[in-house]
Every structure is written in structure tokens, then in C-alpha cells.
Antibody, heavy 123, light 117 residues
């Protein structure tokens, strides 16, 4: 079945770095754009970043632009989020999610979500 | 960025009764080239990731019970649960993806918590 499994979360000090991974299975990973979405404790959903199916284009929320980098390795069916210069407000559960449209230049809605990995930024 | 505003923030409905959640966008999410509304709804139960319910404003995702329905166009949308069941207790979010044409950030509503009265 279609599955997304995030890993790499943890506790990090302000200003530190962390790399999240998302292992995909059950679908042709290289054909779909992928998203990262986060949820701060007790808060709503915030879209973080998107990468096209072939990695050719990437888009970011203003809140993470210049600090976070989304990437993918289609040979390993894995999505990544490199997070640098972390701040307390980056504390959240980070979900990876599959975009609905195959081989698309655009991003739409998310039809499959992972269970998430927790990032805590604290001294 | 397109701002999504849901109302109410929470509602309590008796089992078997109708629940209605509204979502308003700060600009139209109806794309004239294909006459589609770029609006999705998600359900998030406690401790779980979000689950897609509705896309293109009114198309139900496969496997979603038919008591869930979406309607609306332009800037005003509604998610209706026709007969609330205990398993429907959750937070519901709308999301616009019209911004793909700009491109600009995808945005979600703040969420509506549905409880049993």
C-alpha cells in the first residue's frame, strides 16, 4: 500500500540544523511532486515546501525561505528537508505528503500523508 | 497570499444531526480556464495525520463516506456532514491550491473542531 514514513526529528538548540527524511513506498515516487507540511503544538496546518516530481522546481513558505531546503533522491524513493538556523517557532510535527497529480508542473492537494516526525527547537 | 478563514472555530452537534463548516477565501479560487474551484477539505483526528476528504470543492475522495459533501464556488465553500457519527469527531481544514498558478504558498484555514453535543 502507499506509505510515507518520516524520520530525523529530534531536539535541537536554536540556530542548529536538522535533516528530515521521508521514505516512500507503494507508488512511483519519481512521478509525483512532494510536500512538507508542519503543525505546531496545538495549532493548525502550515505548508512548508514543495518539490516537483523531477526536482526541477522548489517552492517555499516565506517563513522558511533561505533557511530550509527541500530535495529528493528518486533512486532511493526518499524526500528530504534540510533545516538550518532553526528557531523556537519551527517547533512542530513535520509531515511529508504526496501531491495528487502525476508528472505535473503544478502543485495541488495532498492525497497521502505520513504520520509525521517531531522537531523541537529549545535550549 | 490567499487567506482562508473558517467558521465556526468549533461546533458541537448531536449524533445523527447535520454539521456545517464554512470556509471563505480572500480571493476567488475558481480558475476560469477550466472552471474548477481549487479547494480541498481534510479531516484530522487526534494524534493522526490529516486525511483528504474532498477536492475540487465537491469531489469526494475514494473511500470517504457519502455523508461528507462539499459545495460552494469562488470564495465561499461549505463542508457538510449530513448525519454526524461518533467517528467524525475531528478537526476539519480547508486548503486552497489556486496559488499554484501564481505561484505562491498553499494555505489552510485555521481549522474547525467538531464535537458531539
Amino acid at each position: 500500500q502507499v506509505q510515507l514514513v518520516e524520520s530525523g526529528g529530534g531536539v535541537v538548540q536554536p540556530g542548529g540544523s536538522l535533516r528530515l527524511s521521508c521514505a516512500a513506498s507503494g507508488f512511483t515516487f519519481s512521478s509525483y511532486g512532494m510536500h512538507w507540511v508542519r503543525q505546531a503544538p496545538g495549532k493548525g496546518l502550515e505548508w512548508v515546501a514543495f518539490i516537483r516530481y523531477d526536482g526541477s522546481n522548489k517552492y517555499y513558505a516565506d517563513s522558511v525561505k533561505g533557511r530550509f531546503t527541500i530535495s529528493r533522491d528518486n533512486s532511493k524513493n526518499t524526500l528530504y528537508l534540510q533545516m538550518n538556523s532553526l528557531r523556537a517557532e519551527d517547533t512542530a510535527v513535520y509531515y511529508c505528503a504526496k501531491d495528487c497529480a502525476p508528472v505535473s508542473l503544478y502543485y495541488y492537494y495532498m492525497d497521502v500523508w505520513g504520520k509525521g516526525t517531531t522537531v523541537t527547537v529549545s535550549s | 497570499d490567499i487567506v482562508m478563514t473558517q467558521s465556526p472555530d468549533s461546533l458541537a452537534v448531536s449524533l445523527g444531526e447535520r454539521a456545517t463548516i464554512n470556509c471563505k477565501s480572500s480571493q476567488s479560487v475558481l480558475y476560469s480556464s477550466n472552471n474548477k474551484n481549487y479547494l480541498a477539505w481534510y479531516q484530522q483526528k487526534p494524534g493522526q495525520p490529516p486525511k483528504l476528504l474532498i477536492y475540487w470543492a465537491s469531489t469526494r475522495e475514494s473511500g470517504v463516506p457519502d455523508r461528507f459533501s462539499g459545495s460552494g464556488s469562488g470564495t465561499d465553500f461549505t463542508l457538510t456532514i449530513s448525519s454526524l457519527q461518533a467517528e467524525d469527531v475531528a478537526v476539519y481544514y480547508c486548503q486552497q491550491y489556486y496559488s499554484t498558478h501564481t505561484p505562491s504558498p498553499l494555505t489552510f484555514g485555521q481549522g474547525t473542531k467538531v464535537e458531539i453535543k
